[in-house]
């Protein structure tokens, strides 16, 4: 398959690169990480990478902007996105082929072509293994900005190493980009330090959050709390997994008031919940997950679900 991908790309003149709406470290380092390595590899080509800019993530990288007309007879790639309603922009559809490449299981298979590999930690490890492939048979070249958002990726997507998914393979994809010329330290602040202002949030999250006794954890941040705050929903993102410090802790979810809907975002130290996230049209991975609701009576029935999902475990 990632033969079948590299052939692909070398037949189009015009690459763009989408994402999932809500991005994360993954989202911009397997994207923009892929960005770099074409304009490397293929400096000829008009390759681009877009998508609404998320200002969390300028650390990492901006997004091209571009018009439909761009899309006529050029590739789409899409990256760590498991289905089209989560594809960042709806132009894609304009585009004359579409390779889907992610990590999430395939519910929606999408795309003229496509690999998902759901054993990867994060779709920039499948960049970084699509590199490999180039190198060894194409002569591919990776330049130590695309080495530094696919090792940013998958720092995100494995929780700094913590997570399960973090195989020895992603150790051995891990040690290889380190011998490439960036920051370590300097990225793993500007991933990870806090605002003060999310700091006092998370001393609230801390002290307000209720636990049942099977470790079943759930806290509500309305908007009078995101104002008393002064932190935006989506800077609440930082937050989701401070719970998971928490002992005896199962599973938790956090809701986040927009204006427009309940951002749900689960994590699990066990329970499989990406299905319960499926319930409201949501999704993500066995042990982290998101969905949206329209109304705190849903955010009732989710807590219920989920204390039923850990009473089992």
Same mark, same amino acid.
């Given at each position: 398959m990632k033969r079948q991908i590299i052939d692909t790309i070398e037949q189009y003149e015009t690459i763009i690169i989408h994402r999932h709406v809500r991005p994360d470290p993954d989202a911009y380092g397997s994207q923009v990480g892929m960005k770099e390595l074409l304009t490397t590899n293929y400096p000829e080509k008009k390759v681009?990478? %877009?998508?609404?800019?998320?200002?969390? +993530?300028?650390?990492?990288?901006?997004?091209? %902007?571009?018009?439909?007309?761009?899309?006529? /007879?050029?590739? =789409?790639? %899409?990256?760590?996105?498991?289905?089209?309603?989560?594809?960042?922009?709806?132009?894609?559809? !304009?585009?004359?082929?579409?390779? !889907?490449?992610?990590?999430?299981? /395939?519910?929606?298979?999408?795309? @003229?072509?496509?690999?998902?590999?759901?054993?990867? #930690? #994060?779709? #920039?490890?499948?960049?970084? +293994?699509?590199?490999?492939?180039?190198?060894?048979?194409?002569?591919?070249?990776? #330049?130590?900005?695309?080495?530094?958002?696919?090792?940013?990726?998958? =720092?995100? @997507?494995?929780?700094?190493?913590?997570?399960?998914?973090?195989? %020895?393979?992603?150790?051995?994809?891990?040690?290889?980009?380190?011998?490439?010329?960036? /920051?370590?330290?300097?990225?793993f602040a500007e991933m990870y330090e806090e605002d003060r202002r999310l700091l006092h949030l998370k001393g609230y999250i801390y002290q307000q959050f209720t636990i049942d006794e099977n470790g079943a954890a759930f806290i509500k941040i309305d908007k009078s709390i995101l104002k008393k705050f002064d932190v935006t929903a989506s800077e609440t993102s930082q937050l989701v997994g401070a719970l998971g410090d928490v002992k005896g802790i199962c599973a938790w979810v956090i809701f986040v008031e927009e204006d427009d809907q309940i951002r749900v975002r689960f994590r699990s130290k066990g329970p499989v919940i990406n299905q319960l996230a499926a319930e409201y049209d949501g999704g993500g991975h066995p042990l982290a997950s998101g969905a949206s609701i329209y109304s705190w009576e849903k955010s009732d029935e989710i807590?219920?679900?989920? !204390?039923?999902?850990?009473? =089992?475990?």
């Open positions: 681009y990478a %877009v998508g609404t800019h998320d200002d969390m +993530l300028t650390y990492l990288a901006t997004q091209d %902007v571009i018009a439909p007309d761009d899309y006529k /007879n050029a590739l =789409v790639i %899409v990256t760590d996105t498991g289905n089209t309603e989560r594809i960042d922009s709806e132009f894609y559809e !304009k585009a004359d082929f579409l390779i !889907k490449i992610d990590h999430h299981p /395939n519910v929606d298979p999408y795309g @003229d072509m496509r690999w998902v590999d759901t054993d990867a #930690s #994060s779709t #920039s490890e499948m960049i970084y +293994l699509l590199f490999k492939e180039g190198e060894e048979h194409y002569g591919w070249k990776m #330049s130590d900005a695309c080495a530094r958002l696919l090792f940013a990726g998958i =720092v995100g @997507d494995t929780g700094r190493f913590l997570f399960p998914s973090a195989t %020895v393979r992603t150790f051995e994809i891990a040690s290889g980009l380190i011998k490439y010329d960036f /920051n370590r330290t300097k990225l807590i219920a679900k989920l !204390k039923e999902l850990c009473a =089992v475990k």
